[in-house]
């Protein structure tokens, strides 16, 4: 595709149930990851998938956390449980890494709101 | 783990002044920082990027430099406008191997308003 897609764009979910959030990235590009960016924060570290290793999932707040990438393209961020403190927009990036530089470019987020 | 840390995190100019941005890290490991601007509503978009073998890189307006000694990098903004109004964040990853992959750790981010 011409960009990074997430889907969907918001959600408005109750506490304790659970949600799917799904990140297409560029075709082509191999590596890919999450962030989460709270009202007002910075960009929040979750998970990062490189081609077919192991993905670091060190960034992962607890295990009600969870992703998947299949095929090395499509990837989907699970939140079990959902906790009012869950709220934020989560982006998804890819990176072709064939420039020299690691340079992501970024979805447009999925904002999630936990009542 | 890599831990950045940016200041300041609000930085206010009047349009002509220069601004700077500050990012220190803790990694010796971590040999690329780049910087992103994210405008309101927007996603966050690569500006201008350093490796560890270089000091200094300008591009136009905006020049970032590195001091790996002190584990510190700077943004520099000159002739601000008020466009450059956004949200900045540095960056610093280890990139494997000489290849171009490796987790990216951000920074909280530094509001910067231009008032013209």
């Known amino acids: 595709g011409a960009g990074v897609s997430q889907s969907p764009s918001n959600k408005v979910t109750e506490k304790g149930k659970d949600v799917e959030l799904r990140c297409d990235p560029i075709?082509?590009?191999?590596?890919l990851y999450w962030y989460r960016q709270s009202l007002g924060q910075g960009l929040e570290f979750l998970i990062y998938f490189q081609g077919n290793s192991a993905p670091d999932k060190s960034g992962l707040p607890s295990d009600r956390f969870s992703a998947e990438r299949t095929g090395g393209s499509v990837s989907t961020l699970t939140i079990q449980r959902t906790q009012q403190e869950d709220s934020a927009v989560y982006l998804c990036?890819?990176?072709?890494?064939?420039?020299?530089?690691?340079?992501?470019?970024f979805g447009a987020g999925s904002r999630l709101t936990v009542l | 783990g890599e831990n950045v840390e940016q200041h300041p995190s609000t930085l206010s100019v009047q349009e002509g002044d220069s601004a700077v941005i500050k990012c220190t890290y803790s990694d010796s490991a971590s040999n690329y920082f780049p910087w992103y601007k994210q405008e309101l509503g927007k996603r966050p978009q690569l500006i201008i990027d350093i490796r560890s073998n270089v000091g200094e890189k300008k591009d136009q307006r905006i020049a970032v430099t590195l001091n790996k000694t002190a584990k510190h990098f700077s943004l520099h903004i000159t002739e601000t406008q008020p466009e450059d109004s956004a949200v900045y964040f540095c960056?610093?990853?280890?990139?494997?191997?000489?290849?171009?992959?490796?987790?990216?750790?951000f920074g909280q981010g530094t509001i910067l308003t231009v008032h013209p």
């Open positions: 960056a610093a990853s280890n990139l494997l191997g000489g290849t171009s992959y490796g987790k990216l750790t």
């Open positions: 075709s082509g590009h191999t590596a």
């Open positions: 990036a890819s990176s072709w890494g064939g420039s020299g530089a690691n340079v992501l470019t």
